[in-house]
T-cell receptor
Framework: DVKVTQSSRYLVKRTGEKVFLECVQD?????MFWYRQDPGLGLRLIYF???????EKGDIPEGYSVSREKKERFSLILESASTNQTSMYLC?????????????FGNGTRLTVT | DAKTTQPPSMDCAEGRAANLPCNHS???????VYWYRQIHSQGPQYIIH???NNETNEMASLIITEDRKSSTLILPHATLRDTAVYYC??????????????FGTGTRLTIIP
Protein backbone atom coordinates (compact mmCIF):
# COMPACT_ATOMS: atom_id res chain seq x y z
CA ASP A 1 0.00 0.00 0.00
CA VAL A 2 1.10 3.54 -0.74
CA LYS A 3 2.03 5.44 2.33
CA VAL A 4 2.16 9.21 2.56
CA THR A 5 3.44 10.31 5.93
CA GLN A 6 3.17 13.80 7.34
CA SER A 7 5.58 14.50 10.16
CA SER A 8 3.10 15.95 12.65
CA ARG A 9 -0.64 15.52 13.21
CA TYR A 10 -0.90 18.65 15.35
CA LEU A 11 1.32 21.72 15.46
CA VAL A 12 1.03 24.99 17.38
CA LYS A 13 3.22 27.91 16.34
CA ARG A 14 3.42 31.61 17.12
CA THR A 15 2.84 34.44 14.69
CA GLY A 16 6.03 35.26 12.81
CA GLU A 17 7.67 31.89 13.30
CA LYS A 18 9.10 29.97 10.37
CA VAL A 19 7.23 26.69 10.03
CA PHE A 20 8.23 23.54 8.15
CA LEU A 21 5.68 20.88 7.28
CA GLU A 22 7.25 17.68 6.05
CA CYS A 23 5.79 15.00 3.82
CA VAL A 24 7.35 11.70 2.77
CA GLN A 25 5.98 9.09 0.38
CA ASP A 26 7.32 5.58 -0.05
CA UNK A 27 6.11 4.66 -3.54
CA UNK A 28 8.63 6.48 -5.72
CA UNK A 29 5.91 8.84 -6.97
CA UNK A 30 6.96 11.69 -9.23
CA UNK A 31 4.13 14.06 -8.29
CA MET A 32 3.56 15.59 -4.89
CA PHE A 33 1.01 18.16 -3.75
CA TRP A 34 0.22 20.40 -0.80
CA TYR A 35 -3.38 21.37 -0.06
CA ARG A 36 -4.99 23.25 2.78
CA GLN A 37 -8.48 22.48 3.97
CA ASP A 38 -10.77 24.95 5.68
CA PRO A 39 -14.44 24.61 6.68
CA GLY A 40 -16.74 25.64 3.86
CA LEU A 41 -13.89 26.04 1.37
CA GLY A 42 -12.97 22.43 0.59
CA LEU A 43 -9.41 21.56 -0.41
CA ARG A 44 -7.35 24.28 -2.04
CA LEU A 45 -4.09 23.60 -3.82
CA ILE A 46 -1.08 25.53 -2.52
CA TYR A 47 1.83 24.10 -4.52
CA PHE A 48 2.69 20.97 -6.42
CA UNK A 49 5.81 19.35 -7.81
CA UNK A 50 6.22 16.87 -10.62
CA UNK A 51 9.93 16.24 -10.22
CA UNK A 52 12.85 16.84 -7.90
CA UNK A 53 13.62 20.55 -7.64
CA UNK A 54 10.54 21.39 -9.74
CA UNK A 55 7.57 23.26 -8.33
CA GLU A 56 4.41 24.87 -9.62
CA LYS A 57 2.08 27.32 -7.92
CA GLY A 58 -1.39 26.15 -7.14
CA ASP A 59 -4.40 28.33 -6.45
CA ILE A 60 -3.25 29.93 -3.18
CA PRO A 61 0.58 30.06 -3.04
CA GLU A 62 0.86 33.41 -1.27
CA GLY A 63 2.66 33.17 2.05
CA TYR A 64 4.05 29.72 1.29
CA SER A 65 7.08 28.18 -0.35
CA VAL A 66 8.08 24.58 -1.01
CA SER A 67 11.18 22.47 -1.33
CA ARG A 68 11.71 19.19 -3.17
CA GLU A 69 15.35 18.14 -2.83
CA LYS A 70 14.63 14.41 -2.89
CA LYS A 71 11.97 12.54 -4.79
CA GLU A 72 10.31 11.11 -1.71
CA ARG A 73 10.13 14.33 0.31
CA PHE A 74 8.12 17.50 -0.25
CA SER A 75 8.29 20.28 2.32
CA LEU A 76 5.90 23.18 2.79
CA ILE A 77 7.40 26.29 4.36
CA LEU A 78 5.61 29.17 6.02
CA GLU A 79 8.28 31.86 6.09
CA SER A 80 6.47 33.96 8.70
CA ALA A 81 3.40 32.26 10.05
CA SER A 82 0.21 34.28 10.42
CA THR A 83 -3.07 33.49 12.12
CA ASN A 84 -4.87 33.18 8.77
CA GLN A 85 -2.65 30.20 8.02
CA THR A 86 -4.29 28.22 10.80
CA SER A 87 -5.66 25.27 8.86
CA MET A 88 -5.49 21.56 8.09
CA TYR A 89 -2.65 20.87 5.65
CA LEU A 90 -2.78 17.79 3.44
CA CYS A 91 0.03 16.29 1.40
CA UNK A 92 -0.61 13.95 -1.54
CA UNK A 93 1.38 12.06 -4.14
CA UNK A 94 0.73 10.31 -7.44
CA UNK A 95 2.69 8.59 -10.13
CA UNK A 96 3.29 10.12 -13.52
CA UNK A 97 3.63 8.15 -16.72
CA UNK A 98 0.27 6.48 -16.17
CA UNK A 99 -2.86 8.22 -17.30
CA UNK A 100 -4.76 9.60 -14.39
CA UNK A 101 -3.28 7.75 -11.47
CA UNK A 102 -5.13 8.50 -8.22
CA UNK A 103 -3.82 10.85 -5.57
CA UNK A 104 -2.79 9.27 -2.30
CA PHE A 105 -3.15 11.53 0.72
CA GLY A 106 -1.53 11.69 4.11
CA ASN A 107 -3.64 12.12 7.23
CA GLY A 108 -2.95 15.81 7.51
CA THR A 109 -1.28 18.27 9.85
CA ARG A 110 -3.55 20.53 11.83
CA LEU A 111 -1.62 23.78 12.28
CA THR A 112 -2.66 26.43 14.76
CA VAL A 113 -0.94 29.81 14.63
CA THR A 114 -1.45 31.93 17.75
CA ASP B 1 -10.47 22.30 -15.00
CA ALA B 2 -14.21 21.89 -15.20
CA LYS B 3 -16.18 22.97 -12.14
CA THR B 4 -18.32 20.46 -10.27
CA THR B 5 -21.50 20.98 -8.27
CA GLN B 6 -22.63 18.64 -5.50
CA PRO B 7 -25.39 18.84 -2.91
CA PRO B 8 -23.95 19.88 0.45
CA SER B 9 -25.46 16.98 2.39
CA MET B 10 -27.41 13.74 2.08
CA ASP B 11 -28.72 11.02 4.36
CA CYS B 12 -29.06 7.33 3.57
CA ALA B 13 -30.39 4.40 5.60
CA GLU B 14 -27.91 1.72 6.54
CA GLY B 15 -28.03 -1.21 4.11
CA ARG B 16 -29.59 0.83 1.32
CA ALA B 17 -27.85 2.10 -1.79
CA ALA B 18 -26.42 5.61 -1.48
CA ASN B 19 -26.57 7.60 -4.72
CA LEU B 20 -24.44 10.74 -4.76
CA PRO B 21 -24.93 13.08 -7.72
CA CYS B 22 -22.39 15.41 -9.31
CA ASN B 23 -22.93 17.99 -12.01
CA HIS B 24 -20.01 18.82 -14.32
CA SER B 25 -21.74 20.47 -17.24
CA UNK B 26 -18.57 22.17 -18.54
CA UNK B 27 -16.52 18.99 -18.71
CA UNK B 28 -14.23 18.60 -21.71
CA UNK B 29 -13.74 15.49 -23.78
CA UNK B 30 -10.41 14.61 -22.19
CA UNK B 31 -11.42 15.18 -18.57
CA UNK B 32 -11.94 12.26 -16.23
CA VAL B 33 -14.40 12.22 -13.36
CA TYR B 34 -12.86 11.23 -10.03
CA TRP B 35 -14.45 10.50 -6.68
CA TYR B 36 -12.74 10.71 -3.30
CA ARG B 37 -14.09 10.57 0.21
CA GLN B 38 -12.83 11.92 3.51
CA ILE B 39 -13.69 10.35 6.80
CA HIS B 40 -13.38 12.62 9.80
CA SER B 41 -9.78 13.40 10.81
CA GLN B 42 -8.28 11.43 7.92
CA GLY B 43 -6.92 12.40 4.50
CA PRO B 44 -9.10 11.95 1.41
CA GLN B 45 -9.30 8.41 0.04
CA TYR B 46 -9.57 7.54 -3.64
CA ILE B 47 -12.77 5.68 -4.59
CA ILE B 48 -13.17 5.41 -8.36
CA HIS B 49 -12.76 7.28 -11.64
CA UNK B 50 -14.07 7.14 -15.20
CA UNK B 51 -14.08 8.89 -18.56
CA UNK B 52 -17.34 7.96 -20.29
CA ASN B 53 -18.14 4.35 -19.52
CA ASN B 54 -19.68 3.21 -16.28
CA GLU B 55 -17.16 1.81 -13.85
CA THR B 56 -17.35 -0.54 -10.88
CA ASN B 57 -14.83 -1.61 -8.28
CA GLU B 58 -14.97 -3.18 -4.84
CA MET B 59 -15.99 0.08 -3.23
CA ALA B 60 -18.53 1.64 -5.56
CA SER B 61 -20.02 2.11 -9.01
CA LEU B 62 -19.77 5.22 -11.14
CA ILE B 63 -22.50 6.05 -13.64
CA ILE B 64 -21.68 8.79 -16.16
CA THR B 65 -24.44 10.18 -18.36
CA GLU B 66 -24.09 9.87 -22.11
CA ASP B 67 -23.46 13.60 -22.53
CA ARG B 68 -20.95 13.42 -19.62
CA LYS B 69 -22.44 16.46 -17.96
CA SER B 70 -23.27 14.63 -14.77
CA SER B 71 -22.42 11.47 -12.88
CA THR B 72 -23.60 9.45 -9.89
CA LEU B 73 -21.52 7.57 -7.37
CA ILE B 74 -23.33 4.53 -6.01
CA LEU B 75 -22.44 2.80 -2.76
CA PRO B 76 -24.53 -0.35 -3.13
CA HIS B 77 -25.04 -1.32 0.52
CA ALA B 78 -24.15 1.63 2.71
CA THR B 79 -22.70 0.99 6.17
CA LEU B 80 -22.08 3.36 9.04
CA ARG B 81 -18.41 3.46 8.05
CA ASP B 82 -19.41 5.12 4.78
CA THR B 83 -20.34 8.30 6.65
CA ALA B 84 -17.92 10.83 5.15
CA VAL B 85 -17.58 13.84 2.86
CA TYR B 86 -17.56 12.76 -0.79
CA TYR B 87 -15.75 14.83 -3.40
CA CYS B 88 -16.35 14.74 -7.13
CA UNK B 89 -13.61 16.31 -9.25
CA UNK B 90 -12.76 16.41 -12.92
CA UNK B 91 -9.23 15.95 -14.07
CA UNK B 92 -7.50 16.53 -17.38
CA UNK B 93 -5.96 13.47 -18.95
CA UNK B 94 -2.24 13.95 -18.66
CA UNK B 95 0.74 11.73 -19.20
CA UNK B 96 3.09 14.06 -17.45
CA UNK B 97 1.48 14.51 -14.11
CA UNK B 98 2.02 18.25 -14.12
CA UNK B 99 -1.56 19.08 -13.43
CA UNK B 100 -3.45 20.70 -10.63
CA UNK B 101 -6.58 19.23 -9.17
CA UNK B 102 -9.34 21.36 -7.78
CA PHE B 103 -11.59 19.97 -5.06
CA GLY B 104 -14.94 21.55 -4.26
CA THR B 105 -16.75 21.44 -0.94
CA GLY B 106 -18.20 17.95 -1.48
CA THR B 107 -21.30 16.18 -0.15
CA ARG B 108 -21.52 15.21 3.50
CA LEU B 109 -23.12 11.76 3.48
CA THR B 110 -24.60 10.52 6.75
CA ILE B 111 -25.61 6.88 7.06
CA ILE B 112 -28.55 6.48 9.41
CA PRO B 113 -28.73 3.28 11.51
Amino acid sequence: DVKVTQSSRYLVKRTGEKVFLECVQDMDHENMFWYRQDPGLGLRLIYFSYDVKMKEKGDIPEGYSVSREKKERFSLILESASTNQTSMYLCASSTAGQYNSPLHFGNGTRLTVT
Amino acid sequence: DAKTTQPPSMDCAEGRAANLPCNHSTISGNEYVYWYRQIHSQGPQYIIHGLKNNETNEMASLIITEDRKSSTLILPHATLRDTAVYYCIVRVRSNFGNEKLTFGTGTRLTIIP
